[in-house]
């Protein structure tokens, strides 16, 4: 019978590795998602920090015209890859 005690190797993921591997993209779009209507605006693509200043822009427009229930995200834009 096997040590149901014995010692197995744990892996820990390389976290460094992990998060830079999110941030692999070829650029951010900025999303306006209208709940009430379903409809999707997308803006860019930005740099980072291009995005984040052009969503807080979109967000000041949007709370200015009480519309505070469009949603704006920023998201990752991956470019096709050439064969």
Not at 6 to 33: F, K, N, R
Not at 36 to 41: G, K, N
Request: one cysteine or more; glycine letters at 6%.
């Amino acid at each position: 019978m096997g040590d149901r005690f014995a010692c197995h190797t744990v892996v820990e993921p390389d976290w460094i590795d992990a998060v830079a591997a999110l941030d692999d993209c070829d650029g951010y779009v900025v999303l306006m998602i209208d709940p009430q209507t379903a409809e999707v605006d997308a803006h860019g693509p930005f740099g980072g920090p291009d995005a984040a200043v052009a969503a807080e822009a979109l967000r000041t427009s949007l709370d200015s015209e009480d519309l505070r229930d469009v949603v704006v995200r920023i998201v990752r834009l991956h470019l096709p890859t050439r064969p």
